[in-house]
């Protein structure tokens, strides 16, 4: 089965992981500070912290932003549960910003009319999430414009978008929000394993984030509000978690950055080949809005019901069966259990519930080989009954 999504591990990772193994620190030690400052100057970030994965991350983030119980959260439907549930972990409550059906994202449109109606209400969001579906950067500057006029917070899901641009930033630049979170999963874009990392430009963010990746326990003798007992001297100063990112994962990192630009540049050729053999085959293939340059993490199709005389779960079952681990992004999350039981019903969010019906990921990572490619595009043409 060719998968929807692989990691892409050289020899250099492997060496880079090794080297650590045999040195002082396993975890949080010099490769998290090197792996921090390495993505932070990529983006053009002030400061960058590691966490042990993007949920933790995300976590920490609205955290920072004292997102706390009975604060409101929104969010786009279409994104993995984790974006929501990181709200939930602390007691807010979530609601959601239907999609935009071109761009698959987070509606600007909805979002501004939502707000609208929010306000009237008085029950404005404290925090909104822009998710960058498939790697494809939201128009942050007008979510950001609707920040301001409204006072929410922004922080950007980038779980999908490491090495994609912003008109000419890099996501992750902050520019435009007040954190930004990557994941690094082996399916993601670059790998630590498990991994993730927070970017903000603002140190007090910074600060608040850095006590929460280790118990909200501090070393750093500037920071410490009692006179010290002696030179073993910690405090805690908040209540915090262990997120830490272990530096045989940073040392991953750094590894897989020095090959995110050609992963991002092989992920685009494929994506054109997709693009190119798909153009005449009556499915929905991924629009590249003008203001963005694509991570391209998913490459995901839409499906027409009866498209070469099948559902899309035929379509996706036939696809499987020729060897093509297909897969399907996302289930809307309002329309999970958990999430039901808040109200949230079938209906509520039509464009992410039709987009859903419709959805199919094929698979696209830099390590697919050309005969597989060549296998995927004319699997596709046989099923859509389009050769
Ligand atoms: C993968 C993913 C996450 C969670 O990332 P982890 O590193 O697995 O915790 C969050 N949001 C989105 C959109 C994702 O795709």
Known sequence: MIGYGRQSISQADRDAVLTVLDSDYLTQGPKNVEFEELVSAYCGAKQAISACNATAALHMAYAALNVEVGD??????????????????????????????????????????????????GRLPKLVVPVHFTGQSCDMERISQLAKEYGFSVVEDAAH???????????????????????????????????????TNNPVLAERMRLFVTHGVTRDSTLMQLPADGPWSYEMLSLGWNYRLTDMQAALGISQMTRLDDFVTRRHEIAGRYDQAFADMGLGTPYRAEWQYSAFHLYCIRWPEGLGGLSRLQAFEALRARGIGVNVHYIPVHLQPYYRQFGFAPGDFPQAESYYKEAITLPLHPSLTEAEITHIIQSIGEVAQAV
């Open 161 to 199: 978008a490491i090495g994609g641009r912003y008109h000419d930033m890099p996501v992750g630049s902050c520019r435009y929000s007040d954190i930004t979170v990557f994941s690094f999963h082996p399916v993601k874009v670059i790998t630590t394993g498990e991994g993730g990392m927070a970017l």
């Open 72 to 121: 409101l959260v929104w969010t786009s439907p279409i994104t993995f549960v984790a974006t929501a549930n990181a709200a939930r972990f602390l007691g807010a409550d979530i609601d959601f910003v239907d999609i935009d059906p071109l761009t698959w994202n987070l509606s600007v449109e909805r979002l501004e009319e939502k707000l609208r109606v929010a306000r009237k209400k």
